[in-house]
């Protein structure tokens, strides 16, 4: 299995360039997240998806838009990017297994933009 | 809104001496998860509290859920090299949302 996938893995941007990050995840899991890091800020939830054809708002979602796909694919899309959105991007899943809402990561996204 | 605050973060430590990191959350938690980053990587799960005065042990690491479900700890006893990474804990209030803390960043120096 590989577990979850994102790509691509960097990515420049100018401002005002749009772009969609994919995200999978081949653990049948129910539940998908993106997150963004900033250094000294931890991960703040952009938008979560708590199951197919769901999704919700997270701390930060201005600026971005989720589509859940399927099951196993949620994207996340910038429409105008701005130099704030420079981070780096994570993708994670889970499910209720083994008593824990385990949360799988994916290796990240990193995004500058110009 | 929902904050959780996580100190300190940062610490140095000589290998062999101990280190601790501490969660607090505004509110009440359903549970509260620990997950470490190394340098470059991303989280990975360590361990996930649920009960009320929780406590866990993963060898050397110790999890504690406070009485109120409002803060936790991570104590590390001996820490190694390997324990070099950033910290951080989560915590779930409903709906499988989760706020991380900001993270400790620990240094081991041999």
């Known amino acids: 299995n590989a577990g979850v996938t994102q790509t691509p893995k960097f990515q420049v941007l100018k401002t005002g360039q749009s772009m969609t990050l994919q995200c999978a995840q081949d653990?049948?899991?129910?539940?998908m997240y993106w997150y963004r890091q900033d250094p000294g800020m931890g991960l703040r939830l952009i938008y979560y998806s708590a199951s197919e054809g769901t999704t919700d708002k997270g701390e930060v979602p201005n600026g971005y838009n989720v589509s859940r796909l399927n099951k196993r694919e949620f994207s996340l899309r910038l429409e105008s990017a701005a130099p704030s959105q420079t981070s780096v991007y994570f993708c994670?899943?889970?499910?209720?297994?083994?008593?824990?809402?385990?949360?799988?990561f994916g290796p990240g996204t990193r995004l500058t933009v110009t | 809104g929902q904050q959780v605050m996580q100190i300190p973060q940062y610490q140095h430590v000589q290998e062999g001496e101990d280190f601790t990191t501490y969660c607090n959350s505004s509110t009440t938690l359903s549970n509260i998860q620990w997950y470490k980053q190394r340098p470059g990587g991303h989280p990975v799960f360590l361990i996930q509290l649920v009960k009320s005065g929780e406590v866990k042990k993963q060898k050397r690491l110790t999890f504690q859920f406070g009485e109120a479900k409002k803060n936790s700890s991570l104590h590390i006893t001996a820490t190694q090299t390997t324990d070099v990474g950033t910290y951080f804990c989560a915590g779930r209030t409903n709906f499988n949302k989760f706020y991380f803390g900001s993270g400790t960043k620990l240094n081991v120096k041999p």
């Open positions: 994670a899943s889970s499910d209720f297994s083994g008593g824990a809402y385990e949360q799988y």
């Open positions: 653990m049948n899991h129910n539940s």
